[in-house]
C-alpha cells in the first residue's frame, strides 16, 4: 500500500526560513514529487528526487533520503505569495499494465505572516 | 494548447443526475490522468490513459464512474446518477508520456457540487 505522511498546517514569518516534512511508505519508489498548490488553483511542479541528497532551485531546496522513506522541502527568504499547500507525491515504477502515477500525501498548508 | 484545460470550471448538479467532465490536455501528451480532490483529503487517483487505452482504471470508486479518452487527446469523464459523496475537485493531469521528471501538469480542475 502507500502511506504519505505531512504536516496539515504550518505558519512562518515572512523573510523566515521554512522546512516541510513527509515521510512516505509505498510499495516501490520512483521519484518523488513536491506541488505548490494556490487556493482554487492547479497544482504546480516544484521539484523531483529520485536519488539521496538535496536538489536546489532557488528560494527552493528538497532533500530525499530512501533509506529513512523520508524527504523535506525547504523554502528560503519567505513570501507572502508562497502561502499555499505543498503536496508530497511519490512515483511508483511502471509494472507492466499499470501506470507511472503519483500517490499524494494530503498536503501541508502554509501561512506566511507579516 | 499550452496548458491542460478542463470545463466546465464549477457544476452544481442535482442527486441522481449523470454529469460529464472535460479534459482537453496539453497537445502531444500521451499520458493523461484524473485525480478528485476532497476537502481535507490528499489528490486520489482515479484513471490513467495512454493513448486511448486506459491500462490503469484501478482508482474508480464505483461502476458511476467511466472515462473514454478519443484521437489520443481529449478526455471525458462521466459520472452516472451522482451522489453527494462525489463532490469534489476533479483534477486533469497531463504528460509528455508518463515517465517524466516533472511529474504532470495539472489543469485547473472542475468543482463539483451534488445538492
Known amino acids: 500500500g502507500q502511506n504519505i505522511d505531512q504536516p496539515t498546517e504550518m505558519t512562518a514569518t515572512e523573510g523566515a526560513i521554512v522546512q516541510i516534512n513527509c515521510t512516505y511508505q509505498?510499495?516501490?519508489?520512483?521519484?518523488l514529487f513536491w506541488y505548490q498548490q494556490h487556493a482554487g488553483e492547479a497544482p504546480t511542479f516544484l521539484s523531483y528526487?529520485?536519488?539521496?541528497g538535496l536538489e536546489e532551485k532557488g528560494r527552493f531546496s528538497s532533500f530525499l533520503s530512501r533509506s529513512k522513506g523520508y524527504s523535506y522541502l525547504l523554502l528560503k527568504e519567505l513570501q507572502m505569495k508562497d502561502s499555499a499547500s505543498y503536496l508530497c507525491?511519490?512515483?511508483?515504477?511502471?509494472?507492466?499494465?499499470?501506470?507511472?502515477?503519483?500517490?499524494f500525501g494530503k498536503g501541508t498548508k502554509l501561512s506566511v505572516i507579516p | 494548447g499550452a496548458g491542460v484545460s478542463q470545463s466546465p470550471s464549477n457544476k452544481v448538479t442535482e442527486k441522481g443526475k449523470d454529469v460529464e467532465l472535460r479534459c482537453d490536455p496539453i497537445?502531444?501528451?500521451?499520458?493523461l490522468y484524473w485525480y478528485r480532490q476532497s476537502l481535507g483529503q490528499g489528490l486520489e487517483f482515479l484513471i490513467y490513459?495512454?493513448?486511448?487505452?486506459?491500462?490503469?482504471k484501478s482508482g474508480l470508486p464505483s461502476d458511476r464512474f467511466s472515462a473514454e479518452r478519443t484521437g489520443g487527446s481529449v478526455s471525458t469523464l462521466t459520472i452516472q446518477r451522482t451522489q453527494q459523496e462525489d463532490s469534489a475537485v476533479y483534477l486533469c493531469?497531463?504528460?509528455?508520456?508518463?515517465?517524466?521528471?516533472?511529474?504532470?501538469?495539472f489543469g485547473s480542475g472542475t468543482r463539483l457540487t451534488v445538492v
Open positions: 493531469a497531463s504528460s509528455l508520456s508518463g515517465q517524466d521528471n516533472y511529474g504532470y501538469t
Open positions: 509505498t510499495s516501490g519508489f520512483n521519484g
Open positions: 528526487n529520485v536519488l539521496d
Open positions: 507525491a511519490v512515483r511508483k515504477p511502471y509494472s507492466g499494465a499499470g501506470s507511472y502515477q503519483l500517490t
Open positions: 497537445s502531444g501528451h500521451t499520458a
Open positions: 490513459f495512454q493513448g486511448n487505452s486506459a491500462p490503469d
